[in-house]
């Protein structure tokens, strides 16, 4: 199911945020996200709380982050990491957030194109 998610992100540049909270995600999946989220140039919040993630997922992910200037948020609450795999992703995000205020203006432009043709998806995956 997860794989749907990651071509949805492919499909649908418009989306904003996706909750994959309790879901199946593994690092194997988590591995697939980091290769869209390096692509991908709207999506601001990510929930993969409650997952099957482990450090090696969310090093992978924090790391797609030096690709990604957008992402603001990533919630792995839950999970089965470590404090030093949290402490990086929190780094990466921490930027994205001081470099997302310095470019505002840009961010707002590109967000006004992608909304022309965004698909509004609120929908959560029930495994």
């Known amino acids: 199911a997860w794989e749907a998610w990651c071509q949805a992100l492919e499909e649908h540049?418009?989306?904003q945020h996706i909750s994959l909270r309790n879901s199946?995600?593994?690092?194997?999946a988590?591995?697939?996200l980091a290769k869209v989220l390096r692509q991908h140039s709207v999506l601001f919040s990510l929930d993969l709380g409650c997952t099957g993630i482990s450090d090696h997922g969310v090093m992978t992910l924090a790391q797609a982050l030096d690709e990604n200037n957008v992402l603001l948020e990533l919630c792995v609450e839950g999970?089965?990491?470590?404090e030093e795999a949290r402490a990086m992703l929190q780094q990466a995000l921490d930027r994205?957030?001081?470099?997302?205020?310095?470019r505002a203006?840009?961010?707002?432009?590109g967000l006004r194109r992608a909304?022309?043709?965004a698909v509004t998806a609120?929908?959560?995956l029930s495994n």
């Open 13 to 15: 540049p418009g989306l």
């Open 24 to 28: 199946l995600l593994d690092d194997c």
């Open 30 to 32: 988590a591995e697939r």
């Open 79 to 82: 999970t089965n990491t470590s």
């Open 96 to 102: 994205n957030r001081r470099l997302h205020k310095a």
């Open 105 to 109: 203006p840009e961010l707002l432009r």
């Open 115 to 117: 909304r022309a043709e």
């Open 122 to 124: 609120d929908t959560q």
